[in-house]
């Protein structure tokens, strides 16, 4: 049997681990040395290797020991076992303008590892980018979306954006004001500066901040009519 874990308790887990990691009198980092928290809490070995799997947008593996990865070296194709808590990221995650993908690819590819602790069962496992040009198989969807890796990344998440450091960070870019936004996605241009500021110091992407803020409760949703009229001074009284 299969334990899933619920939002509220990869919430609870992540706050109490980083807490033991940091030490729990320490100062509410800016932000999370996640590299730092996979290699000295979680006790993993981190690899970088250049992916040869057949599906190209395969950039994450967690090794059970018993299941191999293809990876290229010296020119040639190899298969190798990846040894159960090794975690290995295609090496291209290391250009720096991967950093935030890098990231939180390692914040899922711990979350794995979480998972795995609490279900030794648990296989080897993928994480994948989705590319919106390539048609994937029913199976290959199926990977990609399935409860584990959804898991994945809300560990990754709340790891990468802990309550107490998004209290703090919503705190020191907004005098901890919930940010506006119109409709589900519009953002006015104020609020955008913001939001890279807010990205740029958690070291995470925009739109990993912005689903973080939106499960947390710290958006302030307004209707797009509202944006339209009083921001784009558009339509108005069409009578």
Same mark, same amino acid.
């Given at each position: 049997?299969?334990?899933?874990?619920?939002?509220?308790?990869?919430?609870?887990?992540?706050?109490?681990?980083?807490?033991?990691?940091?030490?729990?009198?320490?100062?509410? +980092?800016?932000?999370?040395?996640?590299?730092?928290?996979?290699?000295?809490?979680?006790?993993?070995?981190?690899?970088?290797?250049?992916?040869?799997?057949?599906?190209?947008?395969?950039?994450?593996?967690?090794?059970?020991?018993?299941?191999?990865?293809?990876?290229?070296?010296?020119?040639?194709?190899?298969?190798?076992?990846? +040894?159960?808590?090794?975690?290995?990221?295609?090496?291209?995650?290391?250009?720096?303008?991967?950093?935030?993908?890098?990231?939180?690819?390692?914040?899922?590819?711990?979350?794995?590892?979480?998972?795995?602790?609490?279900? +030794?069962?648990?296989?080897?496992?993928?994480?994948?980018?989705?590319?919106?040009?390539?048609?994937?198989?029913?199976?290959?969807?199926?990977?990609?979306?399935?409860?584990?890796?959804?898991?994945?990344?809300?560990?990754?998440?709340?790891?990468?954006?802990?309550?107490?450091?998004?209290?703090?960070?919503?705190?020191?870019?907004?005098?901890?004001?919930?940010?506006?936004?119109?409709?589900?996605?519009?953002?006015?241009?104020?609020?955008?500066?913001?939001?890279?500021?807010?990205?740029?110091?958690?070291?995470?992407?925009?739109?990993?901040?912005?689903?973080?803020?939106?499960?947390?409760?710290?958006?302030?949703?307004?209707?797009?009519?509202?944006?339209?009229?009083?921001?784009?001074?558009?339509?108005?009284?069409?009578?």
């Amino acid at each position: 049997m299969i334990n899933y874990i619920s939002q509220a308790e990869t919430e609870e887990l992540c706050e109490a681990m980083l807490n033991q990691y940091l030490g729990r009198d320490a100062p509410t +980092p800016q932000s999370v040395d996640i590299d730092g928290f996979v290699r000295d809490y979680l006790k993993c070995t981190i690899l970088y290797e250049t992916f040869s799997e057949d599906d190209p947008n395969k950039i994450g593996f967690v090794g059970d020991g018993r299941t191999p990865l293809k990876i290229k070296r010296n020119g040639k194709v190899i298969s190798v076992v990846i +040894p159960f808590k090794t975690i290995v990221l295609d090496r291209y995650l290391l250009q720096p303008e991967e950093h935030t993908h890098r990231r939180f690819t390692l914040g899922h590819e711990a979350g794995h590892i979480i998972s795995m602790q609490i279900n +030794p069962d648990s296989a080897a496992c993928f994480h994948r980018t989705h590319d919106k040009e390539r048609k994937y198989t029913l199976k290959e969807m199926q990977e990609m979306y399935n409860i584990n890796e959804w898991q994945a990344n809300t560990f990754s998440a709340s790891l990468l954006m802990p309550r107490p450091v998004m209290r703090n960070t919503l705190e020191r870019f907004n005098k901890g004001k919930r940010l506006p936004v119109y409709g589900e996605a519009v953002f006015h241009p104020r609020e955008k500066v913001i939001l890279q500021k807010m990205a740029s110091a958690l070291e995470v992407s925009f739109t990993a901040l912005v689903i973080r803020l939106r499960g947390l409760g710290m958006l302030n949703y307004h209707d797009i009519s509202e944006y339209i009229k009083e921001e784009l001074h558009l339509g108005g009284d069409t009578s």
